[in-house]
């Protein structure tokens, strides 16, 4: 069993608030992690139909099995419990009555903001991250981008193309149906191809909406829906105190490369290494590994990309109290002085910025004057090294 790394947070959370809340994408762990950090309490699933029709029909009766708390999986398949479940924690006055997980986020993350608002404390919880997986030893980069990360294919010996094939139509049948009235699968499917097709570019709605034939509005809402459930991520433009020239349209980047890999039909190994978007798919990989650094111990996510419209870009700007730090992400083995070029240029113009740092597509970490040059593999001890 692999430890996960917000077992710690979790009970910091469970000691300082009635409820804790846990989301995150489908099949990421977090039932397995409040199982095994709490293991003799009571636990119903949501997902069981007996289970959800005794829920829905009769939530009084229901929670009152588990006077002294429960964990509740899939929550968002019974929303209307979060109502009741408030009533019972503002009765009690006591911390850690009740852990709720749920796999998306539009069915109930309302109701959890207007009922348990200064109740719960919420905890995102992604796939594994490289510093779960691969602890102190170093994995092949290509195979690593390949199986991606969720939790299954790793402790199950699940052949990746055949976890993701099960994992899309899943997704598709039972999520997007529950969040959205979207009648032509196929084309929602080809939408989300298209996605991955760019991953780790600039979003372009327009071009999105263009090339599957669907109104920008509609593009804006598909978008939304695979937020909601945790399948893709749009990193944010960082435009303060500078120019005029800056792009300001966010970038789009999945959370898991694994996914990416599939849905761009790659389907071994072998094919990653001259793909043409093997770039993007290792700046989707550490993009993901920064957010999961922060998400995993409770915090939000602090980083942004920067673009001016004649070229200059940085991919990683980290936003920390004391002032910006520049990252850039090169896939080659071999550190250049034009790797450097961008990251000097943003030290000139924001005057606040502190230190920069530089990772590429091999192991090993080395600090220099001015700046952090980090492996793949060290990116958390890069993270940490820097702000």
């Avoid at 002294?68 to 006591?94: M, N």
């Avoid at 009235?181 to 996605?195: A, P, R």
């Avoid at 970038?251 to 790659?266: A, E, M, P, Q, W």
Wanted: aromatic fraction near 12%; charged fraction near 25%.
């Amino acid at each position: 069993m692999i430890k996960r790394e917000s077992e710690k947070i979790l009970y910091e959370l469970f000691e300082s608030f009635p409820v804790v809340t846990i989301t995150g994408p489908r099949q990421s762990g977090k039932t397995t992690l409040v199982k095994n950090s709490f293991p003799e309490m009571p636990y119903a699933s949501l997902e069981n139909p007996t289970t959800r029709e005794f829920a829905d029909t009769d939530p009084i009766a229901f929670l009152n099995q588990y006077s002294e708390g429960a964990i509740l999986d899939e929550i968002q398949r019974v929303p209307k419990l979060i109502s009741y479940i408030q009533t019972i924690v503002d009765e009690k006055q006591q911390n850690g009555v009740f852990i709720l997980t749920g796999s998306n986020q539009f069915e109930y993350i309302n109701s959890i903001d207007q009922s348990l608002a200064g109740r719960t404390g919420i905890l995102k919880l992604l796939p594994f991250s490289y510093n779960e997986l691969f602890a102190e030893k170093t994995h092949k980069l290509d195979e690593v981008l390949y199986s991606g990360f969720y939790p299954r294919i790793h402790d199950q010996k699940i052949k990746p193309v055949n976890f993701h094939s099960a994992y899309l139509s899943t997704y598709l049948e039972r999520d997007v149906r529950q969040i959205s009235k979207i009648h032509d699968l196929s084309l929602f499917q080809k939408f989300i191809g298209l996605c991955a097709g760019r991953t780790g570019q600039i979003l372009n709605k327009s071009g999105l909406g263009n090339e599957c034939g669907i109104s920008n509005k509609t593009v804006e809402e598909w978008l939304s829906i695979l937020e909601a459930s945790f399948i893709i991520y749009r990193l944010r433009p960082y435009y303060k105190n500078l120019n005029k020239r800056l792009i300001k349209a966010p970038k789009l980047y999945f959370y898991d490369t694994g996914l990416v890999c599939y849905l761009l039909r790659i389907e071994d190994v072998s094919q990653i290494i001259n793909h043409p978007l093997r770039g993007e798919i290792f700046e989707t990989f550490i993009i993901s590994e920064f957010i999961k650094k922060r998400l995993h111990f409770g915090r939000s996510d602090n980083i942004f990309y920067f673009r001016e419209s004649n070229g200059n870009e940085i991919d990683i700007i980290i936003d920390t109290g004391s002032g910006p730090i520049p990252v850039e992400i090169k896939s080659a083995q071999t550190v250049n002085p034009s790797m450097f070029k961008n990251l000097k240029y943003f030290s000139r113009i924001e005057k606040e910025a502190k230190g920069s740092g530089l990772i590429i597509g091999r192991d090993g970490f080395e600090i220099r004057t001015d700046c952090v040059v980090s492996g793949y593999s060290s990116v958390y001890k890069l993270f940490d090294h820097l702000s």
